[in-house]
């Protein structure tokens, strides 16, 4: 979705085959337009044919539409057609983008900017027009240069550029100009959110996604063929970009349906390339389910999914290499080696990784050299080759703080501030010249709207009743729950019976979410259902009832955090790691304190007991961390090697004397020290003034 003119184009030339066929029925669209071509004189005519044909070849023959490209561009130079060569560049940069050459892209697309910006000083209304229109598109393109290469900074400025010209453009009397405004809009909807994506800020990436989609949708629905596939083809994108935030927030039932949704449509439209796309992402969903059903130690199920992941990837890089699609082959390499690491061949992992990497250094992809050298620190390490596993470690850091930063992250932020204040202000003055002009009509439309307002009072009044049958109906349906709940929940206290501390808190955790919860949820149902009865005599009174919902909603909450603090319900379920990661979520989305958590050679769980006392040690050091050590960074990391667990933790804050932890009178120390002792381990604890402080914890499993 980063590149509008192409897409115009492409129904363009659909138009022309369709006019073609019904011309020379005896030829295929391209014989038709190589007829043309062979009866064209060196005109503007010429120039537009073979940029046609340079279009129409550039997914099966690439090198023949570079071809007909460099004819087209010699051919508008030599008779001083701008808009001619204005075309051969993006065709040009369209075809090193396929290819994955971003930096020749890039060069193509800013020699593209420069001509509609001499066309929009031209005194022709028809050239500046065009300019204009021109430039939205060459920022679109570069922002997708910029992103493909990591730079999503830079690239989240260009697609808010592109966003604004194209909102004026929607806002033409002119039918086709709205309409390619829309369309224009809608693809940098999906641009910036996939740079929101890129930076984890998933609840924006999705709300840019789905305004996205809804005006995709609505282009699905025209009754003008070439609308109706640009539409669906934007769908189609829509789908994926949201299938990935659902992938990256570990729903993966979710994310697959998604991914299906964009496949299919891709397969309607025969769009052969982004099908590679899908293969590749689906490939990675049947991943993770066999990374969960190994946790589960279903090892059958395990293989089965690895398996289907590997076809997929396959298919993929089938597709990728035809096409000569480095991007994709990049990737798609990436994730095989990936596979290879959970299935313990570390040796064609490193392989894998390695043909990634040179793809992405050839490319300037940074995120796939990320990860490629991400993988391959992995696969070293399980090779216990520590050296090489850190030289990689330390390259995937660099790269990872180049892309990734705080700065970064408010920069997109202000820019797109900045562009919805500007919005606003537009949309304001819009509003008031609108209000000016309505002022007129409002005083003949006045009895319309009295006889409206009966009609509506009318409605209002059926919907009223109709809503208290229901809830009449809902109140009969929530009491006869809460009587079988209670008779539930009442059977379940006989049955509980007193274990070890761990499993007290297990049960008071359950006790707390299952029970209290469940009470104090249907307390604050009821009492909400009766403001809507209850008739208050003073406006006090219903202010004391209004805050005693308040503090039974707040009263829930606690519930919840204690109940999880007792006993994260991750921590039992799915494991050591996944309740950390929970852990280390929460704490972030505090914005107090930054966690990064790194879990390395976890193919299976740990018994119960070691796990729990693992998790009581990170939250209590954790806990000292936000109380005591005034810190803005934690790094932790969880190694599995062997029969032994290290766990590392260390942060940026002010440090303490050690020597004091003796004489402490706390109970956190001692609770610490006393599980590592419980499970065979060692402390160490590293602390200066002012330099921050490292713990290194090694359990023994075996």
């Given at each position: 979705?980063?590149?509008?003119?192409?897409?115009?184009?492409?129904?363009?030339?659909?138009?022309l085959?369709?006019?073609?066929?019904?011309?020379?029925?005896?030829?295929?669209p391209?014989d038709?337009?190589?007829?043309?071509?062979?009866?064209s004189?060196?005109d503007?005519?010429?120039?537009?044919?073979?940029?046609?044909i340079c279009?129409?070849?550039?997914?099966s023959?690439?090198?023949?539409?570079f071809?007909?490209?460099?004819?087209?561009?010699e051919?508008?130079?030599?008779?001083?057609?701008?808009?001619?060569?204005?075309?051969?560049?993006?065709?040009?940069?369209?075809?090193?983008w396929?290819?994955?050459?971003?930096?020749?892209?890039?060069?193509?697309?800013?020699?593209?900017?420069?001509?509609?910006?001499?066309?929009?000083?031209?005194?022709?209304?028809?050239?500046?027009?065009?300019?204009?229109?021109?430039?939205?598109?060459c920022?679109?393109?570069?922002?997708?240069?910029?992103?493909?290469?990591?730079?999503?900074?830079?690239?989240a400025?260009?697609?808010q550029?592109?966003?604004?010209?194209?909102?004026?453009?929607a806002?033409?009397?002119?039918?086709?100009?709205?309409?390619?405004g829309?369309?224009?809009?809608?693809t940098c909807?999906?641009?910036i959110?996939?740079v929101?994506?890129?930076?984890?800020?998933?609840?924006?990436?999705?709300?840019?996604?789905?305004?996205?989609?809804?005006i995709?949708?609505?282009?699905?629905?025209?009754?003008?063929?070439?609308?109706a596939?640009?539409g669906?083809?934007?769908m189609?994108?829509?789908?994926?970009?949201?299938?990935?935030?659902?992938?990256y927030?570990?729903?993966?039932?979710?994310?697959l349906e998604?991914?299906q949704?964009?496949?299919?449509?891709?397969?309607?439209?025969?769009?052969?390339?982004?099908?590679s796309?899908?293969?590749?992402?689906?490939?990675n969903?049947h991943?993770?389910?066999?990374?969960?059903?190994?946790l589960?130690k279903?090892n059958k199920k395990?293989r089965?999914?690895?398996?289907?992941?590997?076809?997929?990837?396959?298919?993929?890089?089938?597709i990728?290499?035809e096409?000569?699609d480095?991007?994709g082959?990049?990737?798609?390499?990436?994730?095989?080696?990936?596979?290879?690491?959970?299935?313990?061949?570390?040796?064609?992992?490193v392989q894998?990784a390695?043909?990634?990497?040179?793809?992405?250094k050839?490319?300037g992809a940074?995120?796939?050299?990320?990860d490629?050298?991400?993988?391959?620190a992995?696969?070293?390490?399980?090779?216990?080759?520590y050296?090489?596993?850190y030289?990689f470690?330390?390259?995937?850091?660099?790269?990872d703080d180049?892309?990734?930063?705080?700065?970064?992250?408010?920069?997109?932020?202000?820019?797109?501030?900045?562009?919805?204040?500007?919005?606003?202000?537009k949309?304001?003055?819009?509003l008031?010249?609108?209000?000016k002009?309505?002022?007129?009509?409002i005083?003949?439309e006045?009895?319309?709207?009295?006889?409206?307002?009966?009609?509506l009072s009318?409605?209002?009044c059926l919907?009223?009743?109709l809503?208290?049958?229901i809830y009449s109906?809902?109140?009969?349906?929530?009491?006869?729950?809460?009587?079988?709940?209670?008779?539930?929940?009442?059977?379940?206290?006989?049955k509980e019976?007193?274990?070890?501390e761990?499993?007290e808190r297990k049960?008071?955790?359950?006790?707390?979410?299952?029970?209290?919860?469940?009470?104090?949820?249907?307390?604050?149902?009821?009492?909400?259902?009766?403001e809507?009865?209850?008739?208050?005599?003073?406006?006090?009174?219903?202010?004391?009832?209004?805050?005693?919902?308040?503090?039974?909603?707040?009263?829930?909450?606690?519930?919840?955090n204690?109940?999880h603090?007792?006993?994260?319900?991750?921590?039992?379920?799915?494991?050591?790691?996944?309740?950390v990661?929970?852990l280390?979520?929460?704490?972030n989305?505090?914005?107090?304190?930054?966690?990064?958590?790194?879990?390395q050679?976890?193919?299976?769980?740990?018994?119960?007991?070691?796990?729990?006392a693992?998790y009581?040690?990170?939250?209590e050091?954790m806990?000292?961390?936000?109380k005591?050590?005034?810190?803005?960074?934690v790094n932790?990391?969880?190694?599995?090697?062997?029969n032994?667990?290290?766990?590392?933790i260390?942060?940026?804050?002010?440090g303490?004397?050690?020597?004091?932890?003796?004489?402490?009178?706390?109970?956190?120390?001692?609770n610490?020290?006393?599980?590592?002792?419980?499970?065979?381990g060692?402390?160490?604890?590293?602390?200066?003034?002012?330099?921050?402080?490292?713990?290194?914890?090694?359990?023994c499993?075996?």
């Amino acid at each position: 979705m980063l590149k509008s003119s192409f897409i115009k184009k492409f129904f363009l030339i659909i138009f022309l085959n369709l006019i073609s066929a019904i011309c020379l029925p005896q030829n295929n669209p391209l014989d038709s337009l190589k007829n043309i071509l062979q009866k064209s004189k060196d005109d503007t005519s010429k120039v537009n044919t073979l940029i046609d044909i340079c279009f129409y070849t550039l997914f099966s023959s690439p090198d023949k539409a570079f071809d007909y490209a460099q004819k087209a561009l010699e051919l508008s130079r030599k008779i001083g057609y701008k808009k001619g060569i204005l075309m051969c560049y993006n065709k040009i940069g369209i075809i090193y983008w396929n290819q994955g050459n971003y930096e020749l892209a890039l060069k193509n697309y800013f020699k593209s900017l420069k001509i509609c910006e001499e066309l929009c000083r031209s005194f022709d209304f028809a050239e500046a027009s065009a300019g204009k229109d021109g430039i939205a598109d060459c920022y679109n393109n570069i922002g997708g240069v910029y992103h493909k290469q990591g730079n999503y900074t830079i690239a989240a400025g260009y697609f808010q550029k592109a966003l604004k010209i194209f909102e004026e453009l929607a806002q033409s009397p002119d039918t086709a100009k709205a309409i390619s405004g829309k369309k224009g809009i809608a693809t940098c909807y999906s641009n910036i959110g996939l740079v929101h994506w890129n930076h984890y800020n998933y609840s924006d990436a999705v709300e840019y996604f789905l305004k996205a989609l809804k005006i995709f949708e609505g282009l699905s629905q025209s009754l003008v063929k070439s609308e109706a596939m640009a539409g669906k083809k934007g769908m189609a994108s829509s789908y994926g970009n949201i299938g990935n935030v659902y992938h990256y927030q570990n729903n993966f039932k979710v994310a697959l349906e998604y991914y299906q949704k964009s496949l299919k449509l891709y397969e309607e439209l025969k769009d052969i390339n982004c099908m590679s796309l899908c293969y590749n992402n689906i490939g990675n969903i049947h991943y993770y389910f066999g990374s969960l059903s190994w946790l589960q130690k279903d090892n059958k199920k395990a293989r089965q999914d690895y398996q289907k992941a590997l076809e997929y990837f396959e298919k993929a890089l089938k597709i990728a290499e035809e096409f000569g699609d480095n991007n994709g082959i990049s990737q798609v390499l990436g994730n095989i080696a990936v596979l290879n690491i959970q299935l313990y061949n570390y040796n064609e992992a490193v392989q894998f990784a390695e043909k990634s990497l040179n793809y992405a250094k050839k490319i300037g992809a940074l995120p796939i050299e990320k990860d490629a050298y991400g993988t391959l620190a992995t696969a070293y390490d399980s090779l216990r080759n520590y050296k090489k596993a850190y030289e990689f470690h330390k390259l995937y850091k660099q790269i990872d703080d180049s892309i990734f930063n705080e700065k970064n992250n408010k920069q997109i932020k202000e820019m797109e501030a900045k562009y919805q204040n500007e919005k606003k202000r537009k949309e304001i003055e819009l509003l008031n010249e609108k209000t000016k002009k309505q002022d007129i009509i409002i005083r003949h439309e006045k009895e319309i709207k009295r006889i409206q307002l009966i009609l509506l009072s009318g409605a209002l009044c059926l919907l009223i009743l109709l809503f208290l049958l229901i809830y009449s109906r809902h109140k009969h349906e929530q009491k006869v729950k809460m009587a079988n709940a209670l008779s539930e929940q009442h059977k379940l206290r006989f049955k509980e019976i007193i274990e070890a501390e761990e499993k007290e808190r297990k049960r008071i955790a359950e006790d707390l979410h299952d029970s209290l919860g469940q009470i104090l949820s249907t307390a604050k149902l009821n009492m909400s259902e009766l403001e809507d009865v209850i008739v208050f005599k003073e406006q006090n009174d219903k202010a004391v009832f209004q805050n005693a919902i308040v503090l039974v909603n707040e009263s829930c909450q606690e519930v919840r955090n204690i109940s999880h603090n007792i006993m994260p319900g991750a921590l039992i379920k799915l494991g050591l790691i996944p309740a950390v990661k929970e852990l280390v979520s929460k704490i972030n989305k505090s914005k107090k304190l930054v966690v990064e958590f790194n879990a390395q050679c976890f193919t299976q769980r740990l018994d119960e007991s070691t796990e729990i006392a693992l998790y009581r040690i990170i939250q209590e050091i954790m806990n000292n961390i936000i109380k005591h050590a005034e810190a803005e960074k934690v790094n932790i990391e969880i190694l599995k090697n062997n029969n032994a667990v290290t766990l590392i933790i260390n942060d940026n804050g002010k440090g303490f004397d050690i020597s004091k932890i003796e004489k402490s009178s706390g109970i956190g120390w001692k609770n610490i020290f006393s599980r590592v002792s419980f499970l065979n381990g060692s402390i160490n604890i590293d602390s200066k003034h002012n330099e921050g402080t490292t713990i290194n914890i090694i359990l023994c499993t075996g």
